[in-house]
């Protein structure tokens, strides 16, 4: 009997080690500490660094710090939840420096995923390339994306460069293409940016007579070839020349159901004897995110004054309780405090029809700026955000005055 006892008594203990060993749960410590993620393309990986504390995580994209307090944690799994935008990252630690899982964009659809992979090792450079010495990329570049294609589209590559570090971005007619961090080397170039919407990678080589030939990748559904050519003095066609009213038509008119399915019109009394700046936007679009912080500044300061701001949501969720969800979050994070009404589906084609005084919708985000007597002074195409260092400098200067001088005419 006394030996059944001692038995049992060591299975037990046994038992109950592995069971320890089998349910070891691994998270972040509270202090803050570095990592390096990356999201597997297929053909690719994209690195990007961020910050991970017990409550909050920072993701880093050159001068960028995208600050999430949406984290819940329940054992080893850890679930991000975007600010801006409707996706999120789940994933489990698998030791207590490794996490592995998945990045949801419910914004493409809901089988929309991307593997993910982050750690706290390696930390030194966004690419694990080799840094030994890189070529100057400083400067202006001429782009095009997808050359000699129906297709092409014409872009300036904007770098700074310490070393072997490079950051930068994009510019286009439409907008740009946000905080790109990345390495360079003697004969390649590598950038990224992921921001919770996009994931943007840049690869490209460089070519014996100095010109850059590369893939871009958004994410694991789109890729490109892009070229680009050293050259100070590019410019693209000014913002303000590529949206316009058609013939026949002399004002901006509109009536959309506001967050509480209220139709709200142009012509309501609230908007008369006002300038109004009318927001064609989406929450789904960084660059709308960019200028949303702007618009919100520039209407604090001028609310009183007589500014009014309509921002025109136009959503890729079909449902519109959902479309509400995704604008008042829009709102709740960027403390933005102007209107905002439900305008329709976010594809181009589709928002062109609601606003058929327009030539077209071209991009997302666009601005119209209109007088207190309802005449329409300005359309600006695109958003020129903070990643693309003076060219939104300009901007923020120029429409700050140019609201300024509106509304000091009389009615």
């Not at 030194?124 to 095009?144: D, Q």
């Not at 905002?340 to 327009?358: C, H, Q, R, V, Y």
Request: include cysteine; hydrophobic fraction near 40%; aromatic fraction near 14%.
């Amino acid at each position: 009997m006394a030996l059944r006892f001692i038995v049992f008594l060591f299975s037990a203990v046994l038992f109950s080690c592995s069971q320890d060993v089998e349910t070891k749960q691994h998270s972040a410590p509270s202090a803050i500490e570095k990592w390096r993620a990356e999201l597997d393309l297929g053909e690719a990986a994209l690195p990007f660094f961020f910050e991970l504390s017990e409550n909050q995580i920072t993701i880093i994209n050159a001068e960028e710090r995208i600050e999430i307090e949406a984290i819940q944690r329940k054992g080893d799994s850890i679930v991000i939840e975007m600010p801006y935008f409707d996706s999120e990252i789940k994933a489990k630690f698998t030791s207590d420096s490794t996490m592995k899982g998945t990045w949801l964009n419910y914004s493409k659809g809901k089988n929309y995923q991307v593997p993910f992979f982050a750690s706290t090792s390696g930390l030194k450079n966004r690419f694990n390339v080799n840094l030994e010495t890189a070529m100057s990329y400083f400067g202006k570049w001429e782009t095009t994306f997808s050359p000699d294609t129906i297709s092409a589209q014409k872009a300036i590559g904007i770098f700074q460069q310490s070393g072997n570090k490079i950051t930068g971005t994009f510019v286009t007619e439409t907008g740009d293409y946000r905080f790109l961090e990345g390495n360079a080397t003697d004969d390649s170039l590598f950038l990224s940016c992921f921001d919770g919407a996009h994931a943007f990678l840049f690869k490209a080589k460089l070519n014996d007579d100095g010109t850059l030939e590369g893939i871009f990748w958004s994410g694991n559904h789109w890729k490109e070839p892009w070229i680009a050519k050293r050259n100070e003095t590019i410019e693209l066609t000014h913002p303000d020349s590529l949206t316009f009213l058609k013939n026949g038509y002399d004002k901006f008119a509109f009536t959309f159901p506001d967050l509480d399915s209220n139709l709200v019109s142009l012509a309501d009394d609230k908007y008369q004897g006002k300038v109004v700046i009318i927001q064609i936007m989406g929450t789904w679009c960084p660059n709308c995110v960019d200028e949303t912080k702007f618009l919100s500044k520039l209407y604090d300061k001028h609310h009183e004054k007589g500014l009014e701001i309509i921002g025109l949501a136009y959503e890729r969720a079909s449902d519109f309780q959902k479309a509400v969800q995704n604008v008042q979050k829009h709102k709740a994070v960027l403390n933005a405090e102007y209107d905002f009404l439900i305008a329709g589906n976010s594809k181009k084609t589709k928002a062109a029809e609601t606003l058929p005084m327009l030539n077209h919708i071209m991009s997302y985000p666009t601005a119209i700026f209109i007088d207190k007597k309802g005449k329409i002074q300005k359309i600006h195409t695109g958003f020129y955000g903070p990643g693309t260092g003076v060219y939104y400098e300009n901007f923020v200067k120029e429409i700050t005055a140019f609201v300024e001088e509106l509304l000091t005419e009389s009615s």
